[in-house]
């Protein structure tokens, strides 16, 4: 089983709160309902147990939201945020009972089937998890956590082109998906294409995201990496696996700037450099025309042209 530290390698949902019943998010008196009483009530218990999420007071948010459900057995909310509490508190088989009971109440629960799929991985139950990841995508095709959780678990299983797929979709659907972008970079690896490695991990990190436990949780060292699958990493990749060297920080615009320098020394095509810039290809080849460069640096920008 994985440590608390290393569940934050994975993408969880936010908790499901009742905004419509209008309590306030705090850890003070709720009022008193007037009608449905136990719904109410509920609600107002799931709403104080996210607040105390929030204050990080884990075990007053466990028994709140199970006062919730002592209310109304059926409480989809309480049950799915018993679960990411119990998630986070690494008490895995009482996080899966939490989303199997959301799930069982509210069957096109996405984000509950994510999470469950998340336990899942945690307990080594592989297939189980790729289904729960699968079904989560099919009932939400928007759910960026899942294809992210899906494409890293493919990746654990070697399967790499799946998995680069889904880091892909995950990055479309959110250019700002850093834990994505470091899986992705990892990926990448197993083809040697260093370039793309370097360009996605750069961007992890100006997402603040650390890749270097994305690497050293499936690769014991560098060495064992070589080992496994024959690949000899080149020494500017080597050094932004060191484990203390600090991870770089990025004023604003940086990603632009390192974008157009990656560009201006071919190391990136225009389509990579304007993933690294975090902006659309035109926007891009637009900035480019602006520090005086042309689109058609590389081979592979030619072919993106359709030339």
């Not at 905004?19 to 107002?44: D, M, R, W």
């Not at 790499?160 to 850093?178: R, V």
């Not at 991870?247 to 990136?268: D, H, I, T």
Request: proline share 3%.
């Amino acid at each position: 089983m994985k440590n608390n530290e290393d569940l934050d390698f994975y993408s969880h949902c936010g908790f499901a709160h009742e905004y419509q019943c209008g309590y306030s998010i705090t850890v003070g008196e709720f009022s008193k309902p007037i009608q449905h009483p136990n719904l109410a009530e509920a609600e107002a218990h799931n709403t104080r147990g996210i607040a105390y999420c929030e204050k990080g007071e884990y075990d007053k948010a466990i028994a709140t939201f199970e006062k919730a459900i002592d209310l109304k057995s059926d409480y989809v909310n309480a049950h799915y945020n018993l679960g990411l509490v119990y998630l986070r508190e690494g008490e895995i088989d009482k996080a899966l009972n939490g989303f199997y009971g959301a799930i069982q109440m509210k069957r096109n629960y996405a984000e509950a089937y994510n999470n469950r799929g998340i336990v899942y991985h945690l307990k080594g139950e592989t297939l189980y998890a790729l289904q729960d990841f699968s079904m989560a995508i099919g009932l939400n095709q928007q759910l960026v956590e899942a294809y992210t959780n899906r494409g890293s678990l493919y990746l654990d299983k070697s399967d790499i082109q799946p998995a680069l797929d889904d880091f892909h979709i995950a990055i479309k659907l959110d250019s700002d998906a850093g834990l994505a972008y470091g899986h992705c970079g990892v990926a990448w690896l197993h083809y040697e294409h260093w370039p793309k490695v370097k360009a996605d991990w750069t961007v992890a990190a100006i997402l603040h995201v650390d890749i270097r436990p994305l690497f050293y949780t499936r690769y014991e060292n560098i060495a064992a990496f070589a080992q496994k699958t024959g690949i000899q990493l080149p020494a500017d990749v080597v050094d932004m696996l060191c484990p203390h060297k600090p991870m770089p920080e990025f004023e604003e615009g940086a990603r632009l700037k390192l974008a157009l320098k990656a560009y201006e020394n071919r190391e990136l095509s225009t389509g990579l450099s304007a993933r690294l810039a975090g902006m659309s290809r035109e926007s891009f080849i637009y900035a480019m025309g602006k520090h005086g460069l042309s689109p058609f640096g590389t081979a592979e920008d030619i072919r993106e042209l359709g030339f």
